[in-house]
């Protein structure tokens, strides 16, 4: 019907109207991410004075909204390519590949901030950081896949 070897094509195209979700629910597991972290800083003390207060601390808080929002831009900058009717591989690759390994620097850095709270099921970001890996391995493609095929076309 659309001949041999055509449908690889066709399903690969499909990847440019999927990935941009796929990379804005990666976003949303960084912010939630950064939320929380910058939500237990502003809570939690330590040598007198609380964690937010400590320059390392609020130094990664500020690295990781800075990533989620640079993350954010990349999914919105594709999904607008998506509403233009173009071709949108090279983009859709770029935000769900850079979006995956962001919601997986920003969830480990929360856990970090968390400290030994950070593993315990009572607090959220321990589950953050596993499920962050669905976005770099499991949905769609892996992300090593997505850099070698479809950032170099």
């Known amino acids: 019907l659309i001949g041999e070897g055509a449908g690889f094509k066709i399903a690969m195209g499909a990847f440019d109207k999927t990935r941009p979700p796929v990379a804005a629910g990666a976003v949303g597991l960084g912010q939630r991410a950064v939320d929380e ?4 800083a502003l809570e939690r003390r330590t040598f007198g004075k609380l964690l937010v207060e400590h320059q390392a601390v609020s130094f ?3 690295e990781m909204a800075m990533k989620v929002e640079l993350a954010r831009l990349a999914y919105q ?3 607008w ?5 173009r071709k949108n591989t090279y983009y859709a690759s770029i935000a769900k ?3 995956g390994d962001i919601a ?3 969830a480990s850095d929360a856990v970090q901030i968390f400290g030994g709270n950070g593993f315990n099921s009572e607090y959220p970001v321990e589950k953050l950081m596993r ?8 949905v769609e ?10 950032l170099h076309q």
């Open 131 to 138: 499920d962050a890996k669905i976005y770099q391995f499991i």
């Open 60 to 62: 990664l808080l500020a």
């Open 104 to 106: 997986n620097q920003v």
């Open 141 to 150: 493609q892996t992300d090593t896949i997505t850099r070698t095929c479809d």
């Open 37 to 40: 972290a910058t939500k237990y």
């Open 81 to 85: 390519e998506v509403d233009q009717g």
């Open 77 to 79: 900058r594709a999904a």
């Open 97 to 99: 590949a850079f979006a």
